[in-house]
């Protein structure tokens, strides 16, 4: 009795499988290492003060975080362009790189629109 066909049959079985798991998992893990490396550079607070070179947030992680801005800097309401500077007290996301004494280098700042307020009376 011949059972080298059954063995090609077993390997070739097993580099389907092996190839098949391979291409459901890259996906995941794509999107896991985008989705750790958005979280690492997206900061989200409120303005609580402006100063020289940017303005300061108060956000969940840090007490407080010092945004540095540049002339590169977008500065965005919704999808429009801010027009004018920004204020203290708005809400913001800011994307940008930590640098030199733990300041956010800013790319981009979005401002935060407050929702219709539910609930209140």
Do not use: C
Not at 1 to 10: A, D, E, F, G, V
Not at 41 to 52: H, L, M, P
Not at 80 to 99: D, T
């Amino acid at each position: 009795m011949n059972l080298s066909h059954i063995k090609k049959y077993t390997r070739g079985r097993y580099i389907f499988i092996v190839l098949g798991i391979l291409i459901v998992l890259t996906p995941l893990f794509i999107g896991a290492r985008n989705y750790m490396r958005w979280q690492g550079s997206q900061y989200f607070g409120q303005i609580v003060r402006i100063t020289d070179s940017g303005f300061v947030i108060s956000d969940a992680k840090a007490k407080e975080r010092i945004i540095d801005i540049d002339q590169k800097t977008a500065i965005r309401r919704g999808r429009q362009p801010q027009g004018g500077g920004l204020q203290v007290g708005e809400r913001v996301i800011v994307v940008g790189k930590i640098g030199a004494g733990g300041h956010v280098h800013a790319s981009l700042i979005r401002i935060v629109e407050d929702g219709p307020r539910r609930f209140e009376k």
